[in-house]
């Protein structure tokens, strides 16, 4: 179970523009990634706004993401942003890596990124990354939105086989360990190790598959993401370039 004191704890001495990083704790919301619009949260950021349960939570595509009080961990990381940061492709691989990252350090159990936002565990999806930004003024919002499976039952409907992090994970250091990492590679920029780490545990990874989008239909041999985040498939000695982070990816 989480607790708000451990979290803030645990966040102690992260920053984002000269600011500490805060929590905003709320018992129910429609969803964490909804707050980041209104202007007395952004008056705030860097924060995390954290939730037992959402109403109306929601994945990539507005699929349905179950979020259930006591077994999951549902939050969002809100930030402001220079203009120049606001690659979403870049910013959605720096958050899954950090993720995966989080989870590795805190258990032995096997892990990898699903293109483009997923993480797995035993091949099932334990977690997912919604990421949405918004312009106010000059400035530049973003709000990292994380859902974690922690005890979900088969009996909830979802749509994908799934896994359960489980109980015994410490939560708040889960949490504070993913936003330490994501900043520090928002800072330091050293993205080419990242990507390098990224493609070396990307699900598919020198596998046939296929990628489709509302437009597009791409079958061939998964290369991995380019320093840009557009995911390479090479077909027919060609390497194709997908950029729409609203793609889905299956294996072949």
Known sequence: ML??????????????????????????????????????????????????????????????????????????LCLKLDSNMLDLRILNYLSCYSLLNSFKNLSNNDFCIKWPNDILMHN????????????????????????INIDISESYCVNQPHSNLGNEINQSKLISLFCSDF??????????????????????????????????????LLVGIDEDGCLIISRDSKECKVNNINSTLRLL
């Open 183 to 220: 900043l520090n590679n928002l800072v330091s920029r050293n993205f080419s190790d990242v990507i390098k780490e990224y493609n070396e545990n990307l699900f598919g990874y020198r596998r046939r598959v296929s990628v489709i989008d509302e437009k597009n239909h791409f079958e061939g």
């Open 3 to 76: 607790s708000v004191d451990n979290l803030n704890k645990s966040l102690k001495g992260i920053y984002h523009n000269n600011k500490s990083l805060r929590v905003l704790f709320k018992n129910t919301v429609s969803s964490t990634n909804d707050f980041f619009k209104y202007k007395y949260i952004k008056d705030q950021c860097p924060l995390i706004v954290i939730a037992n349960n959402q109403r109306a939570a929601r994945g990539r595509n507005n699929k349905k993401w179950v979020c259930l009080n006591k077994k999951s961990i549902s939050f969002s």
């Open 124 to 147: 099932k999806k334990v977690s997912g990354i919604l990421m949405e930004s918004q312009s106010y003024g000059k400035n530049i919002y973003l709000s990292i939105g994380i859902g």
